[in-house]
């Protein structure tokens, strides 16, 4: 199967050495990354995969009677299969592989759009302003978050709102219940880290509440377990406000983002009929913001949305 793509059997042997060199490569750069404490920086989700891609496209002889889109599809897959060997080395998660995989292949196909453009070139002057642009772009986006000062804006809010068949007070008696949260079942929440567990007892401004996560990174229950949990502090509480900040945050979530704090809003709708808004102030630490920014933003919303649903709505008392 390696060796269909227009590549000579002979060749195998050294495309595996190629792909475990670079697994083990890859690995050593993320430990490095994480040293310097710039991992969520663009220079391991861009510039790594244009390095790796890079080095498979030079290691990969071009045979001149084969379609380029064989030796692509070929030098694709091995960049795959050495992301993958190297998330298993550290135990990544599976949502960071769902992450992961789309700006790994555009990145991967950039190159190849650059290397398709460059031969061009060569030949005629068509395609010459994009192979000095495109390289620039990637560039400047390979860099993003290695300075604070070199990042687009990293600060967001989402908010998500709830029509519940209850009032006020009685909502507010069940935010500080202790309960067994239920395990999502909607798409995303599937396999985005979600609360296991809310622990509080009073309602009160300075009042510390916990919330505790168990994450099975590999889906499977038990297995690659990640457990935290995150301390919030209530700053302000009145009859239709409660407002926290977050003073400790040892889920898995807080790997790929920082969340400051909520604000929740009660609109009395009727007698028995409150309409709750949950806002989430987080802050991003992947980059670059382009790609981050969006599936950041839709998992807080849904993360959000599956709090009102079991904090506020289905809560399991013990």
Known sequence: ?????????????????????????FAIVVLILTKLRIQGAGLLYVAMPIIV????????????????????????????IIFLASSVIFLEGFICIIFFIPIYTIVVLAVFLI???????????????????????????????????????????ITVSRIIDSDVKTIKQNLVKPSALKSPTKGFMKVFPSPEYFDAQVLEVGQLHTIRYTYNRWIIDNTNTHKGHQITEILTVSDNLIETQMLEDTSYISTYMKIDGTRMLFERL?????????????????????????????????????????????????
């Not at 084969?66 to 897959?77: A, I, M, P, Q």
């Not at 070139?121 to 290695?146: D, N, Q, W, Y």
């Not at 382009?290 to 959000?304: M, N």
Request: charged share 25%.
């Open 53 to 80: 891609t890079v080095i498979l496209l030079f290691s990969s002889k071009r045979n001149p009677h084969d379609e380029n889109s064989k030796r692509y599809r070929t030098v694709l897959l091995d960049s795959i």
């Open 270 to 318: 009727s007698l028995n009929q409150t309409k709750v808004t949950l806002t989430i102030k987080f802050e991003r630490l992947l980059h670059p913001g382009w790609y981050f920014t969006p599936i950041q933003r839709f998992g807080v919303e849904a993360l959000g949305e599956s709090i009102l649903d079991q904090l506020v709505e289905n809560r399991d008392e013990l």
């Open 115 to 157: 290397e398709k453009l460059w031969l061009k070139s060569k030949e005629s002057r068509v395609g010459r302003p994009m192979v000095s642009i495109l390289p620039l772009l990637l560039f400047l986006t390979a860099f993003e978050g290695t300075h604070e000062d070199y990042a687009f804006e990293v600060k967001n809010e």
């Open 1 to 25: 199967m390696l060796d269909s793509e227009g590549f000579e059997s002979k060749e195998f042997p050294s495309r595996i050495l190629v792909i475990l060199g670079l697994s083990i490569f």
